[in-house]
């Protein structure tokens, strides 16, 4: 998962909604959004490879995200990220509980961005960045560095989202995701992967013949416990794939 912007609300009668595109290689194999046979309440999408997901919901209000540090020289970690949301919705700790578990083992794992939250509190955890922290009411973005870091297409779908907020209709949410504007070459961050791998990775929505946006998703959290996930799913070029919407009670 490569961009994820999300209102988090507490007390308001929409607690939570998160707008998120997954990027990755198209070749890798990957599962559609569904509940998972072999974890009850678990519905998420499926990386088939490594066998965890980027996003997804648990029982009694439970949910998760996960973006990638993008940086070709950080050491690379011997468990998959994806184990992590995966781990978390199957569990009944609260997210500060599973972080502080969580703290050994860091070093298995390639640097991450985790968010989580169980309906109450919303936590997220960058490992190079500062401790677990819990996050106050506000609007906030995740690409492949820090929270917040003010990337072009991170300001753009967070303000896509601000703007939608009062009529946050499934079709609006998407065209926030499916921007296909690059940035500027002067606006760029420079990660380490060259200036043409950034140019094609600055816009929201990616799409080349290899590698781009895979899904995106649409999650919303009621104060009354009703939930709903919605994802359309895309091969190279972003060729459409289909669509699953799923509405939890």
Not at 45 to 62: F, I, M, S, V, Y
Not at 182 to 210: K, N, Q, Y
Request: aromatic share 8%; charged share 20%; hydrophobic share 40%.
């Amino acid at each position: 998962m490569c961009l994820i912007v999300f209102a988090w609300r507490p007390g308001h009668a929409l607690p939570l909604l998160v707008a998120a595109n997954r990027d990755e290689f198209y070749a890798r194999p990957a599962a559609a959004l569904a509940p998972w046979d072999d974890v009850p309440g678990l519905v998420a999408g499926r990386d088939l490879q490594a066998g965890g997901t980027w996003l997804g919901l648990g029982a009694n209000g439970r949910f998760a995200a996960l973006t990638n540090i993008r940086d070709p020289r950080q050491p690379l970690g011997s468990a998959s990220r994806g184990e992590l949301p995966a781990r978390f919705l199957a569990s009944t700790q609260s997210p500060a509980e599973f972080m502080a578990e969580l703290q050994p083992q860091l070093h298995q794992f390639s640097g991450f961005n985790l968010l989580l939250g169980d309906g109450r509190q919303l936590w997220h955890l960058n490992p190079r960045e500062t401790q677990p922290r819990q996050l106050g009411e506000g609007i906030y973005g995740l690409s492949n560095a820090t929270l917040d870091t003010p990337w072009p297409k991170l300001l753009r779908a967070r303000q896509g989202l601000q703007q939608a907020l009062h009529d946050a209709d499934d079709e609006r949410l998407f065209a926030v995701l499916a921007d296909p504007q690059p940035a500027a070459d002067e606006h760029l961050p420079d990660t380490g992967v060259g200036r043409e791998t950034e140019r094609l990775l600055s816009s929201v929505f990616i799409r080349s013949a290899t590698y781009g946006t895979r899904a995106s998703t649409l999650v919303r959290i009621w104060e009354d416990g009703s939930r709903s996930i919605h994802e359309r799913r895309f091969g190279p070029h972003g060729e459409p794939l289909g669509e699953t919407r799923l509405e939890l009670r």
